[in-house]
């Protein structure tokens, strides 16, 4: 059983660019969430994505965006870099309808994106 | 969703046990509390979970006060693998759909282990 693998592991982007980044869910799982995660902090929710749908976001704004592939496999697009947006992305992956209390989430390495 | 408040850094001698706090004093009943760590350059992992009852795994225990208000991660024997940050999160029983995928990280302890 694979874990969840996200690429690439760096990226370094000038501002106004658009930058897309990868996650390869863990075997069978049909959720993918998103993280924000500035130097120092914890991770901020950006949304997630089920049945190839976005069905949940945080507060973040449209610029942000995703697609979740049949394969479970996902992207998250950033478009209008701004300086702000520099920060470790997670992606984590999971399985709903749970089939336990569980219910926990599997979270990629991250991809380290440097705007400048 | 229901705050949850740690301290932002404890220390601990390798082998020696570690109580990682968390307060949540508006905790609801559907609310399981949840602990992940992240350690260095990797992404957070779960660790625990429970609603009322302690609660024991290969990792660490989990003690959770009478009226649920906080709780303590117990770390046995610390190792040096043990130091990362812990964060201490609540997620409500019933939640589905749009909130499935939502975990609410606050900052988190940042745990230090000695040699």
């Known amino acids: 059983e694979t874990g969840v693998t996200q690429s690439p592991t760096h990226l370094i982007k000038t501002r106004g660019q658009q930058v897309t980044l990868r996650c390869s869910s863990q075997?069978?799982?049909?959720?993918v969430s998103w993280y924000q995660q500035a130097l120092g902090q914890g991770p901020q929710f950006i949304f997630q994505?089920?049945?190839?749908?976005?069905?949940g976001r945080g507060n973040f704004p449209p610029r942000f965006s995703g697609l979740q592939f049949p394969n479970y496999s996902s992207e998250l697009n950033v478009n209008a870099l701004e300086l702000d947006d520099s920060a470790l992305y997670l992606c984590a992956s999971s399985l709903f309808p749970r089939t336990g209390p569980t219910y926990e989430q599997y979270f990629g390495p991250g991809t380290r994106l440097t705007v400048t | 969703d229901a705050k949850t408040t740690q301290p932002n850094s404890m220390e601990s001698n390798e082998e020696e046990p570690v109580h990682l706090p968390c307060n949540h004093s508006t905790i609801s009943g559907t609310d399981y509390i949840h602990w992940y760590r992240q350690l260095p350059s990797q992404g957070p992992e779960y660790v625990i979970h429970g609603l009322t009852s302690n609660v024991n795994n290969r990792m660490a225990s989990l003690a959770i006060a009478e009226d649920r208000k906080s709780s303590t991660l117990i770390l046995h024997r610390a190792t040096l693998r043990d130091a990362a940050v812990y964060y201490c999160?609540?997620?409500?029983?019933?939640?589905?759909?749009?909130?499935?995928?939502?975990?609410?990280f606050g900052q988190g302890t940042i745990l230090t282990v000695h040699p």
């Open positions: 075997s069978g799982h049909n959720t």
């Open positions: 994505y089920y049945r190839e749908e976005e069905n």
């Open positions: 999160i609540l997620r409500d029983s019933n939640a589905g759909g749009t909130s499935y995928g939502k975990l609410t």
